[in-house]
């Protein structure tokens, strides 16, 4: 089948999928001009969907990465539904729930697509959630001091680029390790965010400061996370956004040479070396990526709540975006990552925090459980390398 039939049976399969969410979950049908957010939100699924079908690789080894985080959630799902047949005061699988899992799927992803990136080349992250924390109370105190709206998005966007660009430099041309330079970020970050508000900041202190900049924020908001000015989410808008961005990382990694490069330089950096590949230059690129992509996620955390404390905004996030592009298919030896397999291990964490809600499980369960999900994501990683090994020897 040539790329271009493939491609347009993947079009319209995903028009189809589509269309039966929308009819499923009751939502207005886009047929008004292109403005409207739920057009613009269907259109971008569609297409979202076609790039990731498109460039994923139906084989027996991708499977066979996705097999454990596919378990896993259909484990789970399979709870939530005899719950929700079986208890009729708990609705797991009712839409505004659906949506509220959907929501943090997204923000989630947004945070794994970076994270995956950096292990993929040998890297890895720690100082995730400091950004998004620190993105947070940055985009929240701006707007309070009379910053628009956009341009403090593009501020806080450009503070994430700065902070990704720092940390490359440090890693590619000081040879520090990629883990410490990170940790102590982690540590700078946090207290940054603390030094530039004391207290929670927020969209109400914005409006009232600035009442001219409510009209923006309401039509920012329910563009980038799906809420209405009143708070009620309309519709999972972040996952759209993450979507649309692991399909811009799936094109990148699996149709372009930036990801061969990266591939590559993950899978042994010395070899890439010798073919001529500038891995410093793009392990600071992917740096730059990951710090951009998490204070990003940052803007629609306080886009979503409403507020942000600078305290314990994106608290732990770095650990759920380890687990999450582990579970993912993502080696945590580099070299090995299944862009669309992202979206399902940023899954992982919202569900079982969802059925754990719904089984009453006490909340001092919940980081054992993401530790182990994280150590048996390690394991499986390590086990499916040996069996391959096996089966070329």
């Known amino acids: 089948m040539s790329g271009t039939i493939k491609l347009g049976s993947i079009f319209a399969g995903s028009l189809g999928a589509v269309a039966i969410l929308w009819f499923t979950l009751a939502l207005p049908w886009p047929t008004t001009s292109l403005g409207n957010r739920y057009q613009l939100w269907s259109i971008s699924l569609v297409v979202s969907l076609t790039l990731l079908c498109f460039t994923f690789e139906l084989s027996w080894r991708n499977m066979l990465r ?6 896993l959630l259909g484990s789970i799902l399979g709870r939530l539904a005899i719950i929700q047949f079986l208890e009729g005061d ?5 839409k505004s729930n659906i949506f509220a899992i959907l929501s943090e799927q997204g923000s989630l992803g947004i945070i794994t697509l970076g994270a995956a990136l950096l292990i993929l080349t040998g890297g890895i992250d720690l100082s995730v ?3 998004v924390g620190l993105a947070a109370v940055t985009f929240g105190t701006l707007m309070e001091m009379g910053c628009p709206p956009l341009a403090a998005l593009a501020i806080v966007l ?8 720092t ?3 440090l890693v590619t041309q000081l040879k520090l390790q990629s883990f410490l330079v990170t940790l102590c970020g982690m540590f700078m ?15 109400q202190q914005a409006k009232s400061n600035h009442p001219e900049f409510a009209e923006s924020l309401d039509s920012m908001r329910a563009l980038l996370v799906g809420k209405a000015a009143n708070g009620a989410v309309e519709f999972p808008a972040t996952l759209v956004v993450m979507m649309l961005l692991a399909a811009i990382v799936a094109v990148i990694l699996h149709k372009s040479a930036y990801g061969r490069y990266w591939f590559a330089i993950g899978y042994n950096d010395q070899a890439a070396r010798y073919a001529g590949i500038g891995v410093e230059r793009q392990r600071l690129s992917v740096f730059v990526i990951c710090s951009t992509l998490a204070a990003f996620a940052g803007i629609l955390l306080l886009l979503w709540g409403g507020s942000a404390n600078p305290s314990n905004a994106g608290n732990s996030y770095e650990l759920y975006a380890i687990t999450a592009a582990v579970l993912g298919g993502v080696s945590l030896k580099g070299g090995e990552c299944i862009a669309a397999g992202l979206i399902l291990g940023a899954l992982v964490q919202p569900i079982i925090f969802n059925w754990m809600s719904f089984d009453q499980i006490p909340d001092s369960a919940q980081l054992w459980v993401m530790g182990l999900a994280l150590l048996s994501g390690t394991i499986a990683d390590e086990l499916i390398r040996r069996f391959r090994r096996r089966a070329k020897g």
């Open 167 to 169: 940390n490359g430099l």
């Open 158 to 165: 450009l503070l994430g680029v700065a902070i990704g660009f």
């Open 90 to 94: 708990k609705t797991p699988l009712d």
């Open 66 to 71: 996705l097999l454990g985080v596919l378990v």
């Open 129 to 131: 959630g400091s950004v």
């Open 189 to 203: 970050f946090r207290g940054f965010a603390r030094a530039i508000n004391t207290s929670n900041t927020g969209l």
